[in-house]
């Protein structure tokens, strides 16, 4: 009898052990898995399933240094603004009549009509450029030149002179209806910032003669006597072939004669470079007293 039921008793628990086995390895909640906490910079580390304790990562010193480092000041650098250019309003030019016969004062051949307006009535010499200097420090806000009775200059060097000057005081040069610009005060009128011509105004253009009674063609192209023209030519704006253009066409009558232009021939020489190689039609030649003398020697 206790034999059988200790056959049974084996014959059960065999039979418990094929069932229990798959419902345990089912269920994930009966698994005891080791649970780790990572944790930075401490290193959990086990030995023979026991836990030795975390080891806290130690931070690094410095060893003191004995001597100080010298670091050189870096100087901050200054940065200059670019310049923007000076606006400045476009030339006015006041076109309306004016009695040239009064004035504020006379420098020389030029009479001071206002604060803004002077006017050209003679001929330059040597001691123009003097006036013109003190006529521009007495009234600093002249701004138009008009040429009225300009019937040139008895020395040539200073009428050049007076143009650079008329440049650099940036006056608008306006030949009124009545104006009449000859010889060498055409070069004053090529001075101004802006040109401005009246219908009815008159131009006059001959060659140059100096006190030997030599004239342009007597001299090459390059010499100085002519050099001086092309380059103050070229100074006022024209153009290399425009300069030559004009230089030739104002040679091409003698010194004791005088070509003629009205105001629409002269503004053909004022405008644009190609202009100037437009043909311009010629007036009959013919004698001009009133011109003045050239005197273009170099002492």
């Not at 649970?35 to 290193?43: A, G, K, L, M």
């Not at 060498?184 to 101004?192: K, S």
């Not at 103050?232 to 091409?252: H, I, K, L, P, V």
Request: aromatic share 10%; hydrophobic share 40%.
């Amino acid at each position: 009898m206790i034999g059988m039921f200790r056959q049974a008793a084996i014959l059960l628990s065999a039979i418990g052990s094929l069932f229990a086995a798959p419902v345990s390895a089912q269920s994930l909640t009966l698994v005891n898995l080791p649970v780790v906490y990572v944790s930075s910079p401490i290193v959990q580390q086990t030995h023979q399933g026991r836990a030795i304790a975390p080891v806290p990562a130690v931070r690094p010193t410095t060893q003191p240094q004995d001597r100080r480092q010298q670091l050189a000041a870096v100087r901050p650098q200054t940065y200059t603004p670019a310049a923007l250019p000076v606006w400045k309003a476009p030339a006015y030019i006041d076109r309306r009549f004016r009695d040239y016969n009064r004035g504020l004062a006379q420098y020389g051949p030029f009479r001071v009509l206002d604060e803004r307006r002077v006017a050209l009535v003679g001929e330059t010499d040597a001691a123009t450029p003097g006036y013109f200097r003190a006529m521009m420090r007495a009234f600093p806000g002249l701004e138009q030149l008009d040429m009225v009775e300009c019937p040139g200059t008895r020395d040539d060097r200073a009428n050049l002179k007076v143009g650079r000057m008329i440049r650099e005081a940036r006056l608008v040069t306006h030949v009124p209806t009545i104006g009449s610009v000859r010889s060498g005060a055409v070069e004053l009128f090529f001075a101004g910032v802006e040109r401005d011509i009246a219908q009815g105004a008159e131009f006059a253009v001959h060659s140059w003669m100096d006190a030997y009674g030599r004239e342009a063609e007597d001299f090459s192209m390059n010499a100085p006597e002519n050099r001086q023209y092309l380059d103050y030519y070229r100074e006022m704006g024209m153009s290399a072939e425009q300069a030559r253009a004009f230089y030739d066409f104002t040679n091409s009558v003698p010194h004791h004669r005088a070509l003629w232009l009205g105001a629409s021939e002269m503004r053909r020489w004022t405008g644009r470079p190609q202009q100037a190689k437009t043909p311009v039609q010629r007036k009959p030649a013919r004698p001009a007293p009133t011109l003045a003398y050239a005197n273009v020697t170099f002492s």
